[in-house]
Every structure is written in structure tokens, then in C-alpha cells.
């Protein structure tokens, strides 16, 4: 007869399934390895026996909170998910969130505040290109680790930033290449808010479609951020005729720009219009009815139809409501803190440098937009996608890269 109590017994087949699910590699079942603090933080971060603390640096004011909302939720939602499993090597994840304001000062003063004070082992945020060069010096001299989700113009690479969105020979290149091969475009007028982004976007438009191309720029046009009146850039466009307006208006701007252009009959089934800065979250204001028939550069979509794609957007849906939307910065949002954690994971370390070291060729098989990985300049591999804007607000994808575009953010003849 056995000696084992019924509990002991029920306790120890239990432990015995789980420790051979986990062998299978069953999905969903992560056991997070409690190390002991000592061990996993060096470097005196913000760490427990129990708890990270992390922060959240994005603008949930100002002009650009129309753009900055959905990865600040994409971000929670990620952290939820990885609590629920159990956290990271044991611990639960704790966030600590600041509003950059849409203000680069701010980001770069709340920058200083989430890695001096509050020691956060990693920082998840920014929007503009103006508002991750704020920060970065911060980041550096504090070896801090900011995971940047935006879509942006590249030329730029540090040891304490991982870059989930495109850079421009992903994003800018092959929108370019499509309008020309598939709209068989061959003058482009240029516009774009007024600062580091959009600048260096179209200096790198200008040279591919002059240099590369053999088109021909009629026109290029900055406005400051927050702007109105599009007024007389409406009637440039119209005396200039363009094949193709390329476009890199942000934020809240987006709205009086694209009303602006169907109140002067410039509209999606009479001319060609190619942005890289309007996704499903700037919709919610521009109106699908001002943006129909115009078409986005991105490499994500709401409308992707994947099984990773369809249990993220339930999921976000499940936790913002019904009507909540998902553009592609959302979704880079939503893979940073999943890459933090495998990095970690790997590193069996929250220390900086060991998360960095361990970050080049980290996979992602679940991410909404379908497989990245991540490459050894802190870039990830991604497809590249353009989708017509459609009147309830949505986007369908009519162009797609066959294989995932290795990013390179310092391509040769566009420096």
C-alpha cells in the first residue's frame, strides 16, 4: 500500500503534467525562472524579489495624442498579457507612466526622471523622430533602454534603442518604388510637418525619386506641427498637378489636411495621394470619408488576416472597447515589451547591457504583422505594406513585399 497522503499525491502528478507540458513546449505555458534578485540586477534598477518597474513616456496630450494613444494601450495590454503568464524571470511587471506633452523638452525632462528616480529597467515610448532625439542623450549617458515604436527615417543606431517600427528603406523606398511601378508615377509634390522626421523623409524621397527613379519633385511644402490652414498648399498642389502628393503630415494636423484637400475636390478617385504617417489611429479623426481612395505605407493594418493578427486585435478590443482602433505604430508598441522580455529571458538578466547583448536575432512568431526578428543593428526585419483608404474608415492592403526587408538604416547614396 502507498504511504502518500491523497494531497501529496494530487500535488505531485500535478507538478509532473505540468513539467511535462512545459517539455512539449505547449503554447501559453511559460513558467517564468525566479532568480534571485542579486543575480538579475547589477546595475541598481528599480527590481524586487517580485517586481520590475518599467516606463511609459508618450503623449497623452497635446497635438500629438491623437497618434501617441494607441501604443500607450498596445504597451499595457502587452505587460497585462506577460503579468498573466507570470511575469518576467519570476517577476510581475510595474509601470510608471509620464506625458511627454507633445513637447520635446518634456519628453527629454521625463526622460531624466524614469531612469535617474524611478530606475525603470526599460522604457517603452516616443512618437516623433524629435522626440526620440530629446531623449536619446538621456538614454545614453544613463544606459537606459528605450524601446522606440514608430515608423521613422532611420540614420540612426544606439546600443540603448530598439527600433520595432520601419526605418526608410522599409517604409519610404518600397511606397515609392510601388507608386511608380504600379501607379506609374513620375512627379511628386512633397509635404510634411515641420520638423526631423518628415524633413529627412523627404530628403530621402527627393534623392531615390531624382537620383534613383529619374522623376521629377514639382513641389515641397513644411508646416508646423498643429497646423490649421492648408490653405495655399492646396493651391500649389492644384497649379503643380502632381502624379503623386507624398506625405508625412502627423498628428493632429492630419485632420484639417485631409478636409482641406476634399473641400477643393482633391480626392482619392481623382488623384494619388501616398502617406506614411496616417494609420487606423489617425483615421478616428481625418474621417474615412476625407481619406477614401488615398493610400499608407505601413507594414501593419487592423485588417491583416492572420490568426496572430485576429487574437491581438480580440484581445485589444476585449480590453478598450468595440469601437477601439489599431494602427501600425499601436501594434510596434504592443511587440516591444514581448522583445524586452524574450531579451531578458535570454540574458537571464535585467541589467541593460545583458538585455542589449542578447537582443540580435530574437524572433517573434506571434507578432499581429506576422514574423519579425529582430537584427543586429536594433532594427527588425518586416514586411512592407500599402492599403487603400476605404470610406467606413478602414484600410484594405493592395501591395505587399514578398519576403521580409532587412532594415538599413544607413543605406548607401541617401546620406
Excluded at 319 to 341: E, M
Aim: include cysteine; proline fraction near 4%.
Amino acid at each position: 500500500m502507498s504511504t502518500d497522503r491523497p494531497d501529496s499525491l494530487g500535488r505531485r502528478r500535478t507538478l509532473q503534467s505540468l513539467s511535462a507540458l512545459a517539455a512539449t513546449g505547449v503554447p501559453g505555458l511559460a513558467f517564468s525562472q525566479a532568480l534571485p534578485t542579486s543575480a538579475v540586477n547589477t546595475t541598481k534598477l528599480a527590481i524586487t524579489d517580485t517586481e520590475v518597474t518599467v516606463g511609459q513616456l508618450h503623449s497623452s496630450t497635446g497635438t500629438m495624442a491623437i497618434s501617441e494613444t494607441g501604443s500607450i494601450q498596445a504597451e499595457q495590454l502587452a505587460i497585462d498579457e506577460i503579468n498573466a503568464m507570470g511575469g518576467i524571470l519570476g517577476r510581475k511587471i510595474k509601470v510608471i507612466k509620464e506625458d511627454g506633452a507633445s513637447d520635446w523638452p518634456t519628453f527629454a525632462e521625463k526622460s531624466k526622471k524614469l531612469l535617474i528616480n524611478d530606475r525603470c529597467a526599460a522604457v517603452f515610448g516616443c512618437w516623433t523622430s524629435a522626440s526620440r532625439k530629446a531623449v536619446l542623450p538621456v538614454f545614453e549617458k544613463e544606459n537606459g533602454l528605450l524601446y522606440y515604436p514608430t515608423f521613422y527615417e532611420g540614420l540612426e543606431q544606439s546600443k540603448n534603442v530598439i527600433y520595432t517600427g520601419q526605418e526608410a528603406t522599409q517604409q519610404i523606398l518600397y511606397s515609392l518604388d510601388w507608386a511608380q511601378k504600379d501607379k506609374k508615377a513620375k512627379t511628386f509634390f512633397l509635404i510634411g510637418s515641420d520638423y526631423i522626421w518628415p524633413r529627412t523623409s523627404m530628403k530621402i524621397a527627393r534623392k531615390h525619386i531624382e537620383n534613383f527613379q529619374k522623376g521629377k519633385v514639382v513641389g515641397e511644402e513644411y508646416y508646423p506641427l498643429g497646423s490649421t490652414n492648408f490653405g495655399s498648399l492646396v493651391n500649389k498642389i492644384k497649379v503643380q498637378k502632381p502624379d503623386c502628393i507624398f506625405t508625412a503630415v502627423v498628428g493632429g494636423s492630419n485632420v484639417a489636411f485631409y478636409k482641406a484637400l476634399k473641400a477643393a475636390g482633391i480626392t482619392g478617385d481623382k488623384q494619388l495621394l501616398l502617406t506614411l504617417s496616417v494609420t487606423e489611429d489617425e483615421m478616428t479623426g481625418v474621417g474615412g470619408e476625407n481619406f477614401a481612395g488615398f493610400y499608407s505605407s505601413m507594414k501593419y493594418f487592423q485588417s491583416l488576416d492572420n490568426e496572430n493578427n485576429k487574437k491581438f486585435v480580440a484581445a485589444f478590443k476585449a480590453k478598450y472597447g468595440k469601437d477601439a482602433v489599431i494602427g501600425d505604430v499601436t501594434q510596434a508598441g504592443y511587440l516591444g515589451p514581448w522583445l524586452w522580455k524574450a531579451a531578458v529571458e535570454k540574458a537571464k538578466s535585467f541589467d541593460v547591457a545583458k538585455v542589449t547583448a542578447a537582443s540580435p536575432g530574437i524572433e517573434l512568431k506571434t507578432a499581429p504583422e506576422g514574423y519579425v526578428k529582430l537584427d543586429a543593428n536594433h532594427h527588425l526585419w518586416s514586411k512592407s505594406r500599402i492599403a487603400v483608404g476605404m470610406p467606413d474608415a478602414t484600410f484594405k492592403v493592395v501591395s505587399e513585399s514578398p519576403n521580409l526587408i532587412k532594415p538599413d538604416p544607413f543605406p548607401k547614396g541617401y546620406q
